[in-house]
């Protein structure tokens, strides 16, 4: 009997995100099993390959629940110490983000909190926003450093990141964003700064092996094309895939440049151009839309979604969560904004927040609901996968499972 399944539901309806001609992969009446952290059956219920008892240790009739992949958070800045709801409110009395940021504040200021904070501190206070995507759906999430900017801070964050992954059960990507921002000490050498992150910072990450990809801030109030480059090609030396953070507040033709380096995802993209997503579309580079810092920065510029899927670029969507420009604790939101401010369909936000944000973390082993993929998914108080869109807020999750094991009800 150890060939059992470990679970078995029957009578559910999966969004299984697959590409078998209907909306959302939908198959109704449906069952799902899975067995050591794998899933081992989803499609009709009629074609199970035997009785519901004998095949698994536990079967639940879902009486036509909603099922779909664990949400997959492929962009955020989740490990922060402190918040910064002051400079909200400054903003809100007329300073732009950018006047803030040339102030000292911005992500320095995160930078100089971060660096204070002990691990287990940072760890704590990371916990209870990972844990609020978590309710909301997410299995697997992606994490940023970047508030550290020296290698030890850096480390630290990237540490915690793998901590929380290990604290929740979930599936955590590092990130390594030394070029984020140029820390304090560096003030007006911010080429010496690139050269600390090129020559010194990133081969000790690579040979910690503490981060899954590398990032950049590609702006002018962070770094130039010129400098994204060279932390690229140190990356590309080193045997690290890249990804970007592009053309958010302006066009620096970042997209092209993430495509040039084969980037796993350009994101943003709002300042975007037309041959920026041609190269995205010949590369394979996932968009990544971050609608939460579009809204909460109250941009306008909207990013090319037409173009982008005129060329067949797959797009993610990601809740950018950070204290700066996206203080967003559900995946769930930025798929309702992307619809709304975006003009996405639901359709393609939840794609966004599985399949294609699977590929924009260079993962081909979850995001859709697959004999041979992870057991991650989520059981929803929803009868059509729109609704995960369509409601704002609420607790829609009943049971988030992932690697076969119940992370949040
Ligand atoms: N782009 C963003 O929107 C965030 N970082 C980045 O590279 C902002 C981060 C912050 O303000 O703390
Ligand atoms: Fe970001």
Same mark, same amino acid.
């Given at each position: 009997? &150890?060939?059992r399944?470990?679970?078995?539901?029957l009578d559910?309806?999966l969004a299984s995100?697959a590409?078998?001609? &209907?909306?959302f992969?939908?198959?109704?009446?449906a069952?799902?099993g899975?067995k050591?952290g794998?899933i081992?059956?989803?499609?009709?219920q009629?074609?199970l390959p035997?009785?519901p008892?004998?095949?698994?240790?536990?079967?639940?009739?879902?009486?036509?629940?909603?099922? &779909?992949p664990g949400? /997959?958070?492929?962009h &955020?800045?989740?490990?922060?110490?402190?918040?910064r709801?002051?400079?909200?409110?400054q903003?809100?009395?007329?300073?732009?983000?950018?006047?803030?940021?040339k102030?000292?504040?911005?992500i320095?200021?995160t930078?100089t909190?971060?660096?204070?904070?002990?691990?287990d501190?940072l760890l704590?206070?990371s916990?209870?926003?990972?844990r609020a995507?978590?309710a909301?759906?997410?299995t *697997?999430?992606?994490?940023?450093s970047?508030?550290?900017?020296?290698?030890?801070?850096?480390?630290?964050m990237l540490?915690?990141?793998r901590?929380?992954?290990?604290?929740? +059960?979930i599936?955590?990507r *590092?990130?390594f964003?030394?070029a984020?921002?140029?820390?304090?000490e560096? *003030?007006?050498?911010q080429?010496?700064?690139?050269?600390e $992150?090129c020559?010194h910072?990133?081969p000790?990450i690579?040979?910690?092996q503490c981060?899954?990809a590398?990032?950049?801030?590609?702006?002018n109030?962070a770094?130039?094309?010129?400098?994204?480059r060279? %932390?690229f090609e140190?990356?590309?030396a080193?045997?690290l895939r890249?990804?970007?953070h592009?053309d958010?507040?302006?066009?620096?033709?970042?997209?092209a440049?993430?495509?040039?380096?084969?980037a796993?995802? #350009?994101?943003?993209?709002?300042?975007?151009?037309a041959?920026?997503v041609?190269?995205m579309?010949?590369?394979g580079c996932?968009a990544?839309?971050?609608p +939460?810092a579009?809204y909460?920065l109250?941009?306008?510029?909207?990013?090319p /979604? #037409?173009s982008?899927r005129?060329?067949?670029?797959?797009? #993610? %969507?990601a809740?950018d969560?950070?204290?700066?420009?996206?203080?967003?604790?559900s995946?769930?939101?930025?798929?309702?904004?992307?619809?709304?401010?975006?003009r996405?369909?639901p359709e393609e936000?939840?794609?966004? #927040? *599985?399949?294609?944000?699977?590929?924009?973390?260079g993962l081909?082993?979850r +995001?859709?609901l697959?004999?041979?993929?992870?057991a991650?998914? $989520?059981?929803?108080e929803?009868?059509h996968?729109a609704e995960?869109?369509?409601?704002?807020?609420g607790?829609?999750?009943r049971?988030v %499972?992932?690697?076969?094991?119940?992370?949040?009800?």
């Amino acid at each position: 009997m &150890t060939a059992r399944w470990d679970g078995l539901l029957l009578d559910c309806r999966l969004a299984s995100m697959a590409q078998n001609g &209907t909306p959302f992969g939908l198959i109704d009446r449906a069952a799902l099993g899975w067995k050591d952290g794998r899933i081992a059956y989803a499609g009709a219920q009629s074609a199970l390959p035997g009785a519901p008892d004998a095949l698994a240790a536990q079967v639940e009739d879902m009486r036509g629940a909603l099922v &779909t992949p664990g949400l /997959i958070d492929c962009h &955020t800045h989740l490990v922060f110490a402190g918040n910064r709801a002051d400079e909200f409110d400054q903003r809100l009395n007329g300073a732009s983000y950018a006047d803030i940021a040339k102030a000292g504040g911005g992500i320095v200021s995160t930078v100089t909190r971060t660096r204070a904070a002990s691990e287990d501190a940072l760890l704590a206070q990371s916990l209870a926003r990972a844990r609020a995507l978590v309710a909301d759906g997410v299995t *697997t999430l992606e994490i940023k450093s970047g508030y550290g900017l020296d290698l030890e801070s850096e480390i630290k964050m990237l540490r915690v990141a793998r901590r929380i992954g290990d604290e929740l +059960g979930i599936g955590i990507r *590092t990130t390594f964003l030394g070029a984020h921002a140029v820390p304090p000490e560096f *003030t007006g050498r911010q080429s010496d700064y690139v050269d600390e $992150v090129c020559i010194h910072m990133l081969p000790a990450i690579a040979h910690e092996q503490c981060a899954d990809a590398v990032d950049a801030f590609c702006e002018n109030i962070a770094f130039s094309a010129y400098e994204v480059r060279r %932390v690229f090609e140190t990356a590309r030396a080193l045997g690290l895939r890249v990804k970007l953070h592009a053309d958010q507040l302006s066009d620096s033709g970042g997209a092209a440049l993430a495509a040039e380096f084969g980037a796993l995802s #350009a994101d943003h993209l709002e300042y975007t151009n037309a041959d920026g997503v041609r190269a995205m579309a010949a590369a394979g580079c996932v968009a990544v839309m971050l609608p +939460g810092a579009f809204y909460c920065l109250r941009e306008t510029q909207l990013p090319p /979604i #037409a173009s982008l899927r005129e060329h067949g670029v797959p797009l #993610a %969507v990601a809740s950018d969560l950070n204290p700066g420009t996206s203080p967003l604790l559900s995946l769930r939101h930025a798929m309702n904004q992307a619809c709304t401010l975006f003009r996405m369909t639901p359709e393609e936000a939840l794609r966004g #927040a *599985t399949v294609n944000a699977a590929r924009a973390l260079g993962l081909d082993d979850r +995001g859709i609901l697959e004999a041979g993929k992870r057991a991650d998914f $989520v059981i929803w108080e929803a009868e059509h996968p729109a609704e995960l869109c369509y409601w704002i807020g609420g607790a829609l999750a009943r049971r988030v %499972v992932a690697d076969g094991r119940q992370v949040a009800s």
